[in-house]
């Protein structure tokens, strides 16, 4: 039997339950550090320059005449603030797919693509919703209510799940030359 | 077979039968969220009202009920101290005792932010592919209780994380208690990863009940 080459992870069977306990734990490794920074630079780097100044860019493209621009932590309009923190940042999002990757049955090399592909996916779903809320609060704010509150949460884990089940269920470029 | 390779089992439904499902289930329970949210609320307030003083008896609760808020409506928390406290060595009283300013702790809360976990937990619990109607009923059984008790377990713990922050506040400023850290975990994205896990876990013990009762 010729030598199994590829990447692949050789078959662990890690219960279910202790992979659980390990989601949880990276998870709350990143999150609890995330909380540690509040107030810090690297917050107000990742939040105004990372996510809010690219926002108030994409709006001021879409809209040129809405006058968006990034206030700190806000993305203002005429008439609106949009206060991009707790949740709004993507932060945990992102935090739920790190440590979904970190617990995942995957050998290294898949886990850190997987893992540094979803980073940018992540921001990008994450612009989408404060695009979504911005234009939402700009045009009717019980709906903005309505978004904020419940859909955007729950359809961008929802999106990020269906991406990480996408990247278990595929196998990788070498698994599919061999087969081939 | 000589040259061949091993092939792994398949992890379950295809990407994109799994995102279908999953986009159909999350339009299903928002739609069906957004015209029950308020009964729902409704139903869990008996159970709010019952677990706030249970996780801190320094604090009585004079309302809680749905109200509104702007355009929103919420779920409305009003609170007070239930007694003289001794914090950080000065008597601190409830508002409006023996001739104190009247007043309270207010927390409101949105309908889909009690709902949200719930919500979450049950589009996972129905959009993972089942064998059949059993493994569903089984898959049901076990996720229900856990719906009905994420905001049972994580509003509380935020009202009286925000009470006890306020009291602080007033009383002796300084960084946040350990409370209020979990309960800042929870609402950001702590909640989603205990949805996460138990949505796993009921789908994986489901169809474990479900192969040994049905050996095929």
Redesign the interface.
């Known amino acids: 039997m010729s030598e199994l080459a590829t990447n692949e992870a050789p078959h662990r069977p890690l219960a279910l339950p202790w992979r659980a306990a390990g989601f949880v734990a990276a998870f709350s490794v990143l999150q609890l550090a995330w909380q540690r920074l509040d107030g810090s630079r690297l917050e107000y780097w990742i939040i105004h320059t990372c996510t809010v100044v690219p926002a108030a860019l994409l709006a001021d493209f879409l809209t040129p005449g809405a006058g968006v621009w990034a206030a700190g932590y806000l993305l203002q309009a005429p008439g609106l603030r949009l206060d991009i923190l707790n949740g709004c940042d993507g932060m945990e999002a992102l935090f739920l797919l790190l440590a979904a990757f970190a617990v995942a049955p995957l050998a290294w090399r898949r886990r850190w693509a997987g893992a540094a592909l979803g980073i940018p996916l992540v921001l990008a779903l994450n612009q989408v919703r404060i695009l979504v809320l911005f234009y939402a609060l700009r045009a009717n704010p019980p709906l903005f209510d309505t978004l904020h509150a419940t859909v955007t949460p729950i359809v961008l884990v929802v999106l990020l799940c269906c991406y990480f089940h996408a990247w278990l269920a595929t196998p990788s470029r070498s698994a599919r030359t061999e087969a081939a | 077979?000589?040259?061949?390779?091993?092939?792994?089992a398949?992890?379950?439904?295809?990407?994109l039968e799994?995102?279908g499902r999953?986009?159909l289930c999350?339009v299903l329970v928002?739609a069906v969220?957004?015209v029950c949210s308020r009964p729902l609320a409704q139903a869990l307030l008996p159970g709010l009202r019952a677990v706030v003083p249970l996780l801190d008896p320094r604090f009585q609760l004079s309302e809680v009920r749905l109200a509104r808020h702007?355009?929103?409506e919420v779920v409305r928390f009003r609170g007070n101290l239930s007694r003289p406290l001794l914090v950080q060595g000065r008597i601190v009283s409830p508002f409006g005792w023996n001739g104190t300013p009247p007043g309270g702790f207010q927390i409101t809360y949105?309908?889909?932010?009690v709902?949200?976990y719930s919500?979450?937990l049950l589009?996972?619990t129905l959009?993972w592919p089942v064998s059949g109607r059993r493994e569903l009923a089984r898959r049901l059984a076990l996720a229900l209780p856990c719906i009905a008790l994420l905001p049972l377990a994580i509003v509380p713990l935020t009202v009286v994380a925000e009470f006890r922050h306020g009291l602080m506040s007033l009383v002796a400023p300084g960084p946040p208690g350990g409370l209020l850290?979990a309960s800042?975990?929870l609402?950001?994205?702590?909640g989603?990863?205990?949805?996460?896990?138990a949505a796993?876990?009921c789908i994986?013990r489901a169809r474990l009940i479900d192969r040994q009762s049905n050996p095929r």
């Open positions: 077979m000589r040259g061949s390779l091993p092939q792994a398949a992890p379950g439904p295809k990407p799994l995102a999953a986009l999350t928002l969220l957004q702007g355009a929103d949105t309908l889909g932010g709902l949200q919500a979450g589009i996972f959009a850290i800042r975990y609402m950001g994205g702590g989603w990863a205990i949805v996460l896990v796993a876990l994986d």
